[in-house]
């Protein structure tokens, strides 16, 4: 265990801004887990390569976290919710029942929340902190967030050797527990109910809806921010008459599977996987260049953040710069207008663009690589 423990503390050490106290626990906590598991496995025991497993082990749970960590808490929010909808869409109401995609969506929202709930009071359980233990650093979170999708997906035995993931054995059992949908008038329910025989339940239904009605909340600023992308990215593919591609994004939007978006579409797989790629170049093109700086602002890697990249990684990004994109970055970063950046560097503004452009994807690609390599990337 005190190999596990060396072995994931120094890498959160390398790959985190976390303080040392804060990388310690997180560390024992996951090394503590990967012990249990070894020592519990039969089949593990019985490899006679306790070691091999528990490094792997300790790897895979690393990797887990640094992945949620790097995209940041809201981000992260974003991807572990996806990952579990995508799971459960098609359980989340009864067989024979119809829903509309608006419909499942509630469901699926509220019976997240619950799971969530769930999550943090195994993991509370399950590594032994307190039970008013409440993540609280970037790192507490990315942790909890990584093995809320593990517990997500453990496999459940079932009769006959079967077996299924624990998330979709929870959400049939939520969809089962539903009502039956209450038919409410909206009409009544804005202008409220003047009937003296209504049930206590209609009363409720009525009360709800009238909530909801005249509700005023202000939409968060993240929710709107991704809102303005979607339809910043709606537009610029309209605009280059690439519908078929908006109508592709409107699909995937809605977590659809790749069969559906066929069958929706009316296209074969090779087609469909040709404007999939398609869509790909024009995504690309518009986080690169069109909309770059409200995509990464969206994405918590703007300039100020250093373009999301961590500390080790702007390093490396820097040096890899020539003069003249090292010219770019720092006038970027002082905010210098296009025209005159590229008046100072002797080019056009198209030009200076393209350079801009190329700079982006490096940085990209170097927040996306995997930490391991961008660790020895930095080491040499």
């Not at 249990?36 to 887990?64: F, P």
């Not at 960590?69 to 809201?74: A, F, Q």
């Not at 049939?172 to 008038?185: G, K, R």
Request: aromatic share 8%.
């Amino acid at each position: 265990m005190e190999t596990t423990f060396d072995l994931l503390y120094d890498e959160l050490r390398k790959a985190t801004r976390a303080s040392e106290a804060n990388c310690r626990a997180v560390a024992s906590r996951l090394a503590e887990e990967v012990e249990r598991i070894c020592t519990e496995s039969q089949r593990i025991q019985d490899s006679g390569e306790v070691k091999m497993w528990a490094r792997n082990l300790a790897r895979h749970r690393l990797d887990q976290c640094l992945k949620y960590y790097k995209v940041g808490h809201r981000q992260g929010r974003v991807e572990l919710h996806s990952t579990l909808s995508a799971i459960i869409y098609r359980y989340v109401t009864p067989a024979k029942a119809h829903a509309s995609y608006q419909a499942r969506l509630t469901l699926i929202e509220d019976f997240l929340q619950g799971f969530y709930m769930e999550g943090l009071n195994v993991f509370r359980r399950e590594t032994q902190v307190a039970e008013t233990f409440q993540p609280r650093t970037l790192l507490e979170l990315s942790e909890y967030m990584a093995f809320t999708e593990r517990y997500a997906k453990r496999r459940i035995p079932l009769s006959y050797g079967r077996s299924q993931q624990l998330i979709i054995l929870r959400v049939q059992t939520f969809s089962q527990q539903q009502p039956q949908e209450a038919l409410v008038d909206l009409e009544q329910a804005a202008e409220g109910s003047s009937s003296e025989n209504e049930t206590a339940r209609g009363n409720a239904s009525l009360a709800k809806v009238r909530e909801q009605m005249v509700a005023q909340d202000e939409e968060p600023a993240e929710d709107a921010l991704r809102e303005k992308v979607v339809q910043e990215l709606l537009g610029y593919l309209e605009a280059r008459q690439q519908n078929d591609c908006a109508n592709y994004f409107v699909l995937r939007l809605q977590d659809m599977s790749a069969s559906e978006i066929e069958q929706v579409l009316g296209l074969t797989p090779r087609e469909r996987d040709y404007l999939q790629q398609r869509f790909k170049y024009h995504l690309i093109r518009f986080s690169m260049s069109h909309q770059w700086e409200l995509v990464h602002q969206w994405l918590e890697a703007d300039l100020e953040n250093n373009l999301g990249l961590l500390p080790h990684e702007w390093d490396i990004f820097q040096d890899r710069l020539n003069t003249k994109q090292a010219d770019i970055l720092r006038m970027k970063q002082g905010q210098v207008q296009d025209s005159a950046i590229a008046k100072n560097i002797g080019c056009t503004v198209a030009q200076m663009n393209r350079q801009w452009s190329k700079m982006l994807e490096q940085a990209w690609d170097l927040r996306n690589r995997p930490a391991s390599k961008a660790q020895i990337a930095a080491e040499d």
